[in-house]
Nanobody, 119 residues
Framework: QVQLVESGGGSVQPGGSLTLSCTAP????????MGWYRQAPGKESELVSI???????VYADSVKGRFTISQDDVKTTMYLQMNSLKIEDTAVYYCVACRIYTRRHYQHWGQGTQVTVSP
């Protein structure tokens, strides 16, 4: 069972910042695309940002210019720096790894971390 260990969620006011972290086993980190999806209450999960297995970074239009995905190769950890947070960014954020072409989209999912943006 591959374990993706997430941390960094929390509550913040609009305009604030948070950084999410996701640590993966080395073979997953080096071989697979990794990133984040999110799911807000009553909504489908949506892609937030992905670093593909070729190193290409992709962002949802709704977070472009505000969120930045990065990585630490030594720590085998991905980061999602979230700035200028909006109320609509409130969701459970899931770290994902290893793209598959099914409705699940990614083979491995983390446990999820709550991000709440409120006045």
């Amino acid at each position: 069972q591959v374990q993706l260990v997430e941390s960094g969620g929390g509550s913040v006011q609009p305009g604030g910042s948070l950084t999410l972290s996701c640590t993966a086993p080395k073979e997953i980190f080096s071989r697979c695309g990794m990133g984040w999806y999110r799911q807000a209450p009553g909504k489908e999960s949506e892609l937030v940002s992905i670093r593909s297995d070729l190193g290409i970074k992709v962002y949802a239009d709704s977070v472009k210019g505000r969120f930045t995905i990065s990585q630490d190769d030594v720590k085998t950890t991905m980061y999602l720096q979230m700035n200028s947070l909006k109320i609509e960014d409130t969701a459970v954020y899931y770290c994902v790894a290893c793209r598959i072409y099914t409705r699940r989209h990614y083979q491995h999912w983390g446990q999820g971390t709550q991000v709440t943006v409120s006045p």
